[in-house]
Structures are given as C-alpha cells and as structure tokens.
C-alpha cells in the first residue's frame, strides 16, 4: 500500500512557476515506477513525467519541467517554469508498486492572466 499526498498547486500567470510536491509513505525508490500525470476539463489523463534517471517527459513539457525525488523525505517533486494556460489542469501523483497503481487526490494548477 502506497499513500500519496500532493501539494503546491494554484494560481499562477503565464511564463511563472511553481514546485509540486508529493510525500510517499514508503521510500519513493522502493516503488517500480513513480511519475506525475495531470487531468485538464474535458480531457483524459496523461502522462507528464516520469522518474527516471534522466527524466521521461511529455513533449510538451520538455524543457520547462523537471521531475526529482527525494529520498531522505520521501517526496517526489516537480518544478514547472514557463508555464502555460494550457498546463492547466488537476496534477496528480502516480506511483506503481507491487503490480498496483496508486494515485494521490491531486492539486489544481491554474495557469491565467
């Protein structure tokens, strides 16, 4: 069982930033696959980020975010720059362990002038 809380979500105008955040209750790299996906109105699921050693991104994301963890707090983080008005959307946190998926609540981004 993996419990996931996500945090750092808001209001925010073009070209700004934000950090998500996203505590685990296990070590994060005990976990097979860790990532973050995000859900806009009208629009399914997809993928933004995976953890991985270099980073696995969507193509519309790359070069503005960046996915890390940390593991002495546990926390998956990502740092969005430059941001959209089409980044907006409920960001979610992903983790896959043991052949399950576990999915935090999410935090809403809103990226408006």
């Known amino acids: 069982q993996v419990q996931l809380v996500e945090s750092g979500g808001g209001l925010v105008q073009p070209g700004g930033s934000l950090r998500l955040s996203c505590a685990a209750s296990r070590s994060i790299f005990s976990i097979y696959g860790m990532g973050w996906y995000r859900q806009a109105p009208g629009k399914q699921r997809e993928l933004v980020a995976l953890l991985t050693s270099s980073g696995n991104y969507t193509d519309s994301v790359k070069g503005r975010f960046t996915i890390s963890g940390d593991s002495a707090k546990n926390t998956l983080h990502l740092q969005m720059n430059n941001l959209k008005p089409e980044d907006t959307a409920v960001y979610y946190c992903?983790?896959?362990?043991?052949?399950?998926?576990?999915w935090g609540k999410g935090t809403q981004v809103t990226v408006s002038s």
């Open positions: 992903n983790a896959h362990f043991r052949g399950v998926n576990f």
